[in-house]
């Protein structure tokens, strides 16, 4: 009988998701996961609660910028996720870390610091790159840090309203993707107004496209 699965290699290279398998093999054990979009993610984190550890790359299909990694953590905050990602830009890693990450392996990583970064982060510990942790601390925002908070205040179902009003949708439109009636959708725009400080649906929406963005180099 086969052991449930510990984690998810999510990353749309087969290639690389192979190294990957084979750098974390002997510290996660067998029934390791692959997917090659971020829906596909968040269907087996549904199916297999067992999960607890989440490798997301950045620029993975359905993963635009890091509304992936935002998701995931709104929806699943137990599981932790380290991203894997070939952007080294010191201000993207100091967001994603901002954003909930547990970690931030660059592709250009040994498999004995693959390894390494993984033992850290399931002892609890976040992981950055020796080489890379110096260059984060000056890249550090209040703001960024205080609108991840706002974030995680929201309930999944208000994250998602979130992300369709950052896309424009309509109320009506919205609870139609949702599957609701469109009082449901008023009372959750109107949390979601009240838990990010924001006084109309366009402002909550331009918020959310711009901090999910990732930052340019400086």
């Known amino acids: 009988m086969s052991s449930q699965?510990?984690?998810?290699?999510?990353?749309?290279?087969?290639?690389?998701?192979?190294?990957?398998?084979?750098?974390?093999?002997?510290?996660?054990?067998?029934?390791?996961?692959?997917?090659?979009?971020?829906?596909?993610?968040?269907?087996l984190l549904q199916q297999y609660p067992?999960?607890?550890?989440?490798?997301?790359?950045?620029?993975?299909?359905?993963?635009?910028?890091?509304?992936?990694?935002?998701?995931?953590?709104?929806?699943?905050?137990?599981?932790?996720?380290?991203?894997?990602?070939?952007?080294?830009?010191?201000?993207?890693?100091?967001?994603?870390?901002d954003f909930g990450a547990s970690g931030y392996i660059p592709k250009s990583a040994s498999l004995e610091k693959i390894a390494h970064a993984v033992d850290a982060v399931l002892d609890g510990e976040q992981w950055l790159p020796e080489e890379i942790?110096?260059?984060?601390?000056?890249?550090?925002?209040?703001?960024?840090?205080?609108?991840?908070?706002?974030?995680?205040?929201?309930?999944?179902?208000?994250?998602?309203?979130?992300?369709?009003?950052a896309n424009g949708l309509l109320n009506k439109q919205i609870a139609y993707e949702m599957q609701v009636q469109e009082t449901t959708i008023k009372q959750h725009v109107s949390a979601i107004l009240r838990k990010l400080e924001v006084i109309n649906r366009t402002q909550a929406g331009v918020m959310f496209k711009q901090f999910m963005e990732k930052p340019e180099h400086q």
């Open 50 to 97: 067992a999960i607890e550890l989440v490798f997301l790359d950045l620029n993975m299909p359905g993963n635009q910028g890091l509304t992936g990694l935002t998701t995931l953590h709104n929806a699943y905050p137990g599981v932790l996720v380290l991203i894997v990602s070939a952007e080294e830009n010191p201000a993207v890693i100091r967001r994603a870390i």
């Open 5 to 43: 699965p510990r984690a998810i290699i999510a990353d749309d290279h087969p290639l690389f998701r192979s190294a990957m398998k084979q750098a974390v093999q002997s510290t996660l054990g067998g029934n390791i996961l692959e997917t090659a979009n971020l829906e596909d993610t968040l269907s």
């Open 133 to 165: 942790e110096p260059l984060i601390q000056k890249e550090g925002s209040v703001k960024d840090q205080h609108f991840a908070r706002k974030l995680e205040s929201l309930t999944p179902h208000q994250f998602r309203v979130l992300k369709h009003l």
